[in-house]
């Protein structure tokens, strides 16, 4: 039984809805009429792609035959959810299939989904730089326990309780913030594929994982969080003020445009400074404040369940800030954001290799 990671950048919440995981490369075919055969597999995609480089249809061929192949039913599924910056865990539940109704991404498994939504957080850093490789679909190895042992606690909640437990956390604490430590993955020689190396997208994830790791306990506290949420709508152009600090669950910051905060709308912020999934009780709690001209804004380093985002959608003034957002805002301010903040997160800008190019 082997432990798989897998990116999918093309398709979200249908991964999960539909119980599937899938690949590109539509053009191929089903991939059971050219057979279990890693040459034939590599001259069908060089009649299609001519123009591609021999290394990259060499990673091309070993993911399609990975997937229609080497993978099998009771395999076990990492996949990071990139729209909510959690963790989805499912174990292959049938073969290989070619979808051919489908618009995109035609080359499926089914999967049972048996905990959706961990945040990455909860997860050792050096998990985390694993399961960042650069292909789409690769071996788990050196942190296979670790993920198999968080599918295995049943529930999301009762995972995060074990990754939390194995931290040496106590319970009802947040994940301490923790250096990035890269713990390179092996790369299997035969694959044709480079699982190190160093892109773009693996920077800006390691990136993003480590400025999350810092907006937490201990390095920041519930009160300097609600500062945070403030300075950074101040960077944003509101004029923005913490109200005064409790533990009431109320609301923590107000913005607004003008100076005197005296034109509609009044923006009240509530700010939640946890990894894990906000309940849409906590969610009503802050509709329950807002008058009609007024605008609702949660924010949180974790996630919101579907019922909360269901709530959003029907409320236009009503917006559900999750901690892969607020680290793109952030990083999209930082420049802005006062000294402190820059001096807890010390970014550099750099230039590094794109996801796209080919060596």
């Known amino acids: 039984m082997t432990t798989w990671g897998i990116h999918n950048d093309t398709l979200t919440t249908e991964l999960l809805d539909e119980g599937f995981v899938s690949v590109g490369w ?4 089903d991939l059971r009429s050219i057979g279990d055969d890693q040459e034939a597999v590599k001259s069908r995609l ?21 997937f229609a192949f080497i993978m099998q039913p009771g395999d076990v599924i990492v996949a990071p959810y990139k729209p909510d910056g959690t963790v989805n865990l499912g174990v292959v539940s049938g073969d290989y299939y070619f979808d051919a109704d489908a618009s995109v991404h035609q080359h499926r498994r089914p999967v049972d989904w048996r905990v959706v939504g961990i945040p990455r957080a909860k997860f050792s850093q050096s998990a985390l730089y ?3 490789a ?6 788990i190895s050196r942190h296979e326990e670790e993920f198999r042992a968080a599918l295995d606690a049943g529930g999301v909640e009762e995972a995060q309780e074990h990754l939390d437990q194995r931290e040496g956390r106590l319970a009802g604490q947040e994940s301490p913030a923790r250096e990035v430590e890269l713990d390179v993955p092996a790369v299997d020689p035969s ?16 990136t993003r994982d480590f400025v999350l790791s810092r907006l937490q306990r201990p390095w920041v506290s519930d009160a300097e969080f609600e500062q945070l949420t403030a300075d950074i709508l101040q960077s944003m152009g509101y004029i923005a003020r913490v109200t005064q600090y409790s533990r009431d669950g109320g609301v923590d910051v107000l913005a ?8 509609p709308p009044l923006i009240k912020v509530q700010c939640k400074h946890t990894t894990n999934r906000v309940s849409v009780a906590d969610v009503r709690s802050l509709v329950g404040t807002l008058d009609h001209n007024e605008v609702g804004v949660f924010v949180t380093l974790g996630s919101y369940p579907a019922d909360a985002l269901n709530l959003e959608r029907s409320r236009q003034r009503l917006r559900l800030i999750s901690g892969e957002e607020l680290v793109e805002l ?13 001096a807890l997160v010390p970014l550099s800008r750099v230039y590094v290799v794109d996801d796209t190019a080919e060596e």
């Open 26 to 29: 539509d053009e191929v075919g």
């Open 46 to 66: 060089r009649s299609l792609y001519p123009h591609k480089k021999p290394r990259a249809i060499a990673s091309w061929a070993g993911i399609l035959r990975r």
């Open 130 to 132: 694993e399961i960042g």
């Open 134 to 139: 650069f292909i789409t679909i690769f071996r």
């Open 191 to 206: 694959s044709g594929e480079d699982e190190d190396r160093i892109t773009a997208g693996r920077v800006d994830r390691l």
């Open 256 to 263: 607004h445009r003008d100076p005197l905060g005296i034109e």
């Open 330 to 342: 952030f990083l999209t301010h930082y420049e802005e954001l006062p000294r402190q903040w820059r």
